[in-house]
């Protein structure tokens, strides 16, 4: 089946525009996070969300950010805004309540450049 | 604190040949999972195997296995009959299973196979 999928693929912004970013999961998995990716770093946690359940934001690192999920569909990031240290790779996972259990598959990442 | 560990930056290994990328982990938890993810030039996050803490064998995903060692709190991956097609680079991941099941990252080895 169809894998996760986010848009845009890259996203060039001038710095103290919005930004918003998307991710659609694969269908029927009802976990879905966003990491971020910095040059050379590991990843970043940002949100989680699991069903119906209040996300867990505990990883955005400003106010500038925030994130909804549409049911068990697709989830938007969006960085308002944006600084240049906001420039990354952000990646979205989704997860399946069955097996294999806690298993997370990843989109293609969208990248952003912040000017 | 919850923490992962790649002591190996840069790593290389010629075509057909076996490499060992080490992992290291340090969590309070009894019930977690252990993942290697690879990340080609695509950017695209690939899962390659997984690991349950409460399993005493080690996984193996045809050329992928691991060396689970729970006490030593240690997770390497090994790589056998090597392939050009495995340049990537490689993180390894720990889940706990609790409430928030964020994925925490090591830094990642950049593994470059020559031919």
Request: aromatic share 10%; glycine share 6%.
């Amino acid at each position: 089946g169809a894998g996760v999928s986010q848009s845009p693929s890259n996203k060039v912004t001038e710095k103290g525009k919005d930004v918003e970013l998307r991710c659609d999961p694969i269908s029927g998995h009802t976990a879905l996070y966003w990491y971020r990716q910095r040059l050379g770093q590991g990843l970043e946690f940002l949100i989680y969300f699991q069903g119906n359940s209040a996300p867990d934001k505990s990883g955005l690192p400003s106010d500038r950010f925030s994130a909804e999920r549409t049911g068990e569909s697709v989830s938007t990031l969006t960085i308002q805004r944006t600084q240049q240290e906001d420039s990354a790779v952000y990646l979205c996972a989704s997860s399946s309540s069955g097996t294999p259990r806690y298993t997370q598959y990843f989109g293609p990442g969208t990248r952003l450049t912040v000017l | 604190a919850q923490t992962v560990t790649q002591s190996q930056p840069e790593m290389s290994v010629q075509e057909a040949e076996t490499v060992t990328l080490s992992c290291t982990y340090d969590t309070s938890e009894s019930n977690y999972y252990l993942f290697w993810y690879k990340q080609p030039p695509s950017r695209q996050m690939i899962l390659v195997i997984r690991q349950e803490a409460y399993k005493q064998q080690n996984a193996t995903e045809n050329r992928f296995s691991v060396n689970f060692q729970k006490a030593a709190k240690s997770f390497s991956l090994k790589i056998s009959d090597s392939q050009l097609g495995d340049t990537a680079m490689y993180f390894c991941a720990l889940l706990n299973a609790g409430n928030n099941r964020k994925l925490i990252w090591g830094l990642g080895t950049s593994l470059a196979v020559n031919p």
